[in-house]
Structures are given as structure tokens and as C-alpha cells.
Antibody
Framework: EVQLVESGGGLVQSGGSLRLSCAAS????????MHWVRQAPGKGLVWVSH????????SYADSVKGRFTISRDNAKNTLYLQMNSLRAEDTAVYYC??????WGQGTLVAVSS | DVVMTQSPLSLPVTPGQPASISCRSS???????????LNWFQQRPGQSPRRLIY???NRESGVPDRFSGSGSGTDFTLKISRVEAEDVGIYYC??????????FGQGTKVEIQ
């Protein structure tokens, strides 16, 4: 059974940092491009960042570029998102997704201003 | 960036009746490799997104055959042949032909009337 389990969310003050993790199992993690997608309360889906299968290529939405860093550890089947200089507008549920075919349950990040 | 525009944004449906959602892109979604990377996702209340359709018309494993996708270029459609109560939720189209960023439509809320 495919599983993606996010963790690391929580309440943080504006300007603070959080590191999200996404533990993968049930599929060949090191062959999949991975993404972070977020959803603000009551709003739609927004793509945040991607990393290719071996970690050599990454991209970011303009809204998080320079503040967020995506990484992966294929030996641990885990995806990460380091989030710095957090803003109120970063408040959302953050989903990890494997090539958009596999999705986690999401982790809530709340930034207080 | 490619802008994805869905219509309608709200769709009251009667069980057993067909339903259709339109998705238009601001530029052709034919990729440099000749493929068209247009996906459809379903997000039921309180759940993570789930991909229903990839590359315009390919159903994911386990997706009921009452769901179908069609279209080309800039115009795409998701059809539900006979709506069931479990189909209530928000439906998103997403393009992956011209990235980054990957971009989603605003979402169409399907509800039983």
C-alpha cells in the first residue's frame, strides 16, 4: 500500500522557520519526482516546489523562492521542505505528492503575525 | 505562467444525471515531447486530492468508468456520466506541460441539489 505521511507542521510566529517531512512507503520513491502543494483555508490547490528523482533539479513557486528549500533523502525514502522567513500568507495545509499520483494526508502550517 | 480557468465554479447536480466541467488554458498544453499533460483531481470534503485523470483522458487505476476526460490544445472537459452521491467535492484541473510552475484551475464545487 502506498503511503505518504507528512509531519512537522504547527504554529509558528511570522519570521520563524519550520521543516516539513514526508515519509514515503509502498512505491519506488527514488524513481519519482516529488512535489509540495499547499492549500490555504477554504482555498484551492497551489503548487509550491518540485524535486526530481535524484535531487539534481529543483524548482519553486515565485511566492516561496529564496525562503523555502526542498530536498530528499532517497536512502530514507523521505522528502523535506525547509521553510524560513515564514509569513501569514504561508498558512496552509501542505501536501507532499509523488508525481501527483500519490498524495499524503497533509500537515497544517499556521503562521501568526 | 499558464493560467487554468475552470467553469462553472459551482455545479449543482442530480444523482443519476450527467455532469460536465470545463477547463481552459491560456496557451496550448501540447508539450515539447508531443504529450499533453492535463490532469484532473477530485478532493472530497476533508480529504486529500486524488488524481482521476492524467494526460487528458487516462483514468487512474480504481477510478470508476463514469469519469472521462477529453479535449486538446487549450480546451478540456471532465465528464461524469451518471453522478453519484460520493462524487460530491471539488474538482481541479492542472497542467504539467509548461513548468515551472505547475498550475491548477480554481476548482469546481460539485454538490447534490
Amino acid at each position: 500500500e502506498v503511503q505518504l505521511v507528512e509531519s512537522g507542521g504547527g504554529l509558528v510566529q511570522s519570521g520563524g522557520s519550520l521543516r516539513l517531512s514526508c515519509a514515503a512507503s509502498g512505491f519506488t520513491f527514488n524513481k519519482y519526482w516529488m512535489h509540495w502543494v499547499r492549500q490555504a483555508p477554504g482555498k484551492g490547490l497551489v503548487w509550491v516546489s518540485h524535486i526530481n528523482s535524484d535531487g539534481s533539479s529543483r524548482s519553486y513557486a515565485d511566492s516561496v523562492k529564496g525562503r523555502f528549500t526542498i530536498s530528499r533523502d532517497n536512502a530514507k525514502n523521505t522528502l523535506y521542505l525547509q521553510m524560513n522567513s515564514l509569513r501569514a500568507e504561508d498558512t496552509a495545509v501542505y501536501y507532499c505528492a509523488g508525481s501527483f499520483g500519490y498524495w499524503g494526508q497533509g500537515t497544517l502550517v499556521a503562521v501568526s503575525s | 505562467d499558464v493560467v487554468m480557468t475552470q467553469s462553472p465554479l459551482s455545479l449543482p447536480v442530480t444523482p443519476g444525471q450527467p455532469a460536465s466541467i470545463s477547463c481552459r488554458s491560456s496557451q496550448s498544453l501540447v508539450s515539447s515531447d508531443g504529450n499533453t499533460y492535463l490532469n484532473w483531481f477530485q478532493q472530497r470534503p476533508g480529504q486529500s486530492p486524488r488524481r482521476l485523470i492524467y494526460k487528458v483522458s487516462n483514468r487512474e487505476s480504481g477510478v470508476p468508468d463514469r469519469f472521462s476526460g477529453s479535449g486538446s490544445g487549450t480546451d478540456f472537459t471532465l465528464k461524469i456520466s451518471r453522478v453519484e452521491a460520493e462524487d460530491v467535492g471539488i474538482y481541479y484541473c492542472m497542467q504539467g506541460s509548461h513548468w515551472p510552475p505547475w498550475t491548477f484551475g480554481q476548482g469546481t464545487k460539485v454538490e447534490i441539489q
